[in-house]
């Protein structure tokens, strides 16, 4: 079926290198989420998109990371100048609507580790 | 303090034992409960979706709500290998908003 999808499913960065995280959210879902999950923990808020528009970027660690999903549907997650404690899971949901009720889909996830 | 705390476990249960996992939280604005199951290198996938105090059941799962003490549970009755996983209990403040998890318990179901 088509669920979220996620590319790369890994990625090894040196310190210092740029990143970018890709999502392909479920076609048709107006909302999509970043979240991040460190190694034994629950995945923590980064930021929300309404189809393009970034409503919600209260969750983002800081300036290097940013976001975007210029056409409503495919989401770039942007991290500039990896440091060591950027490593985790990047997962990405999407869920049909705003204000309805209704599960989020998440997908596999991106591995970054930066070394 | 983060906003919703969670035993991290590891739980261990012989197979067929009833599995019990609870989620505390301290923000009353959530109303939206949910319970989601992590498997290794894999995203969380929703078990349970639940709107403000109450119960609800779906086969083998049970998910409680307790908003006066701020508590959740979920109960997994006669309980498979193929249930070890993370289990992650997530909150939201309205529909269709960012969710606030849990840090997940571990779960180990023995044959």
């Known amino acids: 079926g088509a669920g979220v999808s996620q590319s790369p499913r890994y990625k090894v960065a040196k310190r210092g290198q740029d990143v970018a995280l890709r999502c392909d959210p479920i076609?048709?879902?107006?909302?999509l989420f970043w979240y991040q999950q460190a190694l034994g923990q629950g995945p923590e808020f980064l930021t929300y998109?309404?189809?393009?528009?970034?409503?919600?970027k209260s969750g983002l660690p800081s300036d290097r990371f940013f976001a975007e999903r210029p056409e409503g549907s495919v989401s770039t997650l942007k991290i500039q100048r990896t440091q060591q404690e950027d490593s985790a899971v990047y997962l990405c949901?999407?869920?049909?609507?705003?204000?309805?009720?209704?599960?989020?889909?998440f997908g596999p996830g991106t591995r970054l580790t930066v070394t | 303090q983060k906003e919703v705390e969670q035993d991290p476990g590891p739980l261990s249960v012989p197979e067929g034992a009833i599995v019990s996992l609870n989620c505390t939280y301290s923000?009353?604005?959530?109303?939206?409960f949910m319970w989601y199951r992590q498997y290794s290198r894999k995203g969380p996938e929703l078990l349970m979706y639940?709107?403000?105090?109450g119960n609800k059941e779906d086969g083998r799962f049970t998910a409680q709500v307790d908003k006066s003490s701020k508590y959740i549970s979920l109960f997994i009755r006669d309980s498979q290998p193929s249930d070890s996983a993370t289990y992650l209990c997530?909150?939201?403040?309205?529909?269709?908003?960012?969710?606030?998890f849990g840090g997940g318990t571990r779960v180990l179901v023995k044959p």
């Open positions: 949901a999407s869920s049909f609507a705003p204000q309805v009720p209704g599960e989020q889909y």
């Open positions: 076609s048709g879902h107006v909302s």
């Open positions: 998109f309404q189809n393009e528009a970034q409503l919600d």
């Open positions: 923000n009353s604005a959530f109303q939206y």
């Open positions: 639940t709107y403000s105090s």
């Open positions: 997530a909150m939201s403040e309205a529909a269709g908003n960012k969710l606030t």
